[in-house]
T-cell receptor
Framework: GENVEQHPSTLSVQEGDSAVIKCTYS??????FPWYKQELGKRPQLIID?????GEKKDQRIAVTLNKTAKHFSLHITETQPEDSAVYFC???????????FGRGTSLIVHP | SQTIHQWPATLVQPVGSPLSLECTVE??????LYWYRQAAGRGLQLLFY??????ISSEVPQNLSASRPQDRQFILSSKKLLLSDSSFYLC???????????FGPGTRLLVL
């Protein structure tokens, strides 16, 4: 089955800095890669996703890049703000399975 | 638009008691439905998923079970709760044929 590794487990940045979270996956058949943000005590919420036919996707301060050859994808947050503090989860889905494999999560702390 | 509900929001139960958590989705038909568990500070563990009424797949053998009595209703049950069942239980849904999952608000279960 698919295996997703996520790093780092904790990331601490100063407000205004950029943050990068990286995930690697094992199955080359994976073709859908969502990212979720989970604030303390809340549900995970989809913030951005990318499919394997696209190399990069942006949404305001958030971007995701995908390297199919190396089988890794990354979340980039620019100009971080304290409200970006949360746990971020990456996931990978094999085409047609609809069962994502999640990474273990990254706790992002943005210091004012 | 689609909405997912879970209840109760919080629950405190004694060891050995039964459990029933309910999840319903509005605004869509024949959704894929999922039950996840999340221990404090940990990642997402898929428990069950369903692609249709009466169709349940189990990912982790344990003292929990799931049922889908109606198209947009997913129930998580246990006959006898264990202390280790204390966790945050999340229901999620996805459109048929699409990989994206959307999470419900969750039920926080404490077994004493």
């Amino acid at each position: 089955g698919e295996n997703v590794e996520q790093h780092p487990s904790t990331l601490s940045v100063q407000e205004g800095d950029s943050a990068v979270i990286k995930c690697t996956y094992s199955d080359s058949a994976s073709n859908y890669f969502p990212w979720y943000k989970q604030e303390l005590g809340k549900r995970p919420q989809l913030i951005i996703d990318i499919r394997s036919n696209v190399g990069e996707k942006k949404d305001q301060r958030i971007a995701v890049t995908l390297n199919k050859t190396a089988k890794h994808f990354s979340l980039h947050i620019t100009e971080t703000q304290p409200e970006d503090s949360a746990v971020y989860f990456c996931a990978a889905s094999i085409g047609g399975s609809y069962i994502p494999t999640f990474g273990r999560g990254t706790s992002l702390i943005v210091h004012p | 638009s689609q909405t997912i509900h879970q209840w109760p929001a919080t629950l405190v139960q004694p060891v050995g008691s039964p459990l029933s958590l309910e999840c319903t989705v509005e605004g869509t038909s024949n959704p894929n439905l999922y039950w996840y568990r999340q221990a404090a500070g940990r990642g997402l563990q898929l428990l069950f998923y369903s692609v249709g009424i009466g169709q349940i797949s189990s990912e982790v053998p344990q003292n929990l079970s799931a049922s889908r009595p109606q198209d947009r209703q997913f129930i998580l049950s246990s006959k006898k709760l264990l202390l280790s069942d204390s966790s945050f239980y999340l229901c999620a849904w996805g459109q048929t044929g699409q990989e994206t999952q959307y999470f419900g608000p969750g039920t926080r279960l404490l077994v004493l």
